[in-house]
């Protein structure tokens, strides 16, 4: 992050080497970074839930998006794919030792 980071405009983006680096409020995608599900949760209906909720959300709020994109491991892309999303294989991203999965739900 910058060193000034916490002054920054909220529509600013900050650019390292011409790429943007975090978010970019002119992009054309929305990232889903994280869906935790309590343990005793699990299995009953309340993730697909949630995601339904969120996509529906971004909809009717009718955000200038052309997808909502995250990364998931392998035993979730069933998961993700219930939801809508589609697996577009293997990602570039190596966060925390890598093996995760690109998925893609077009808005």
């Given amino acids: 992050m910058p060193e000034n980071w916490q002054t920054l405009a909220r529509n600013a983006a900050f650019k390292v080497d011409g790429e943007?680096?975090?978010?970019?409020?002119?992009?054309a995608s929305i990232a889903i970074h994280s869906v935790a599900i309590s343990p005793e949760y699990?299995?009953?209906g309340v993730g697909k839930a949630l995601v339904a909720a969120?996509?529906?959300y971004i909809k009717d709020a009718q955000v200038l998006a052309d997808c909502i994109m995250l990364i998931?491991?392998?035993y979730l892309?069933?998961?993700?794919?219930?939801?809508?999303?589609?697996?577009?294989?293997?990602?570039?991203?190596?966060?925390?030792g890598g093996g995760w999965f690109d998925?893609?739900?077009d808005l």
């Fill in 77 to 96: 892309i069933r998961f993700y794919e219930s939801t809508g999303f589609k697996n577009c294989g293997s990602s570039h991203c190596q966060f925390a």
């Fill in 54 to 56: 969120y996509i529906q």
């Fill in 42 to 44: 699990q299995g009953k």
């Fill in 20 to 27: 943007v680096i975090g978010n970019d409020p002119n992009g």
């Fill in 72 to 74: 998931a491991h392998d």
């Fill in 103 to 105: 998925l893609v739900y």
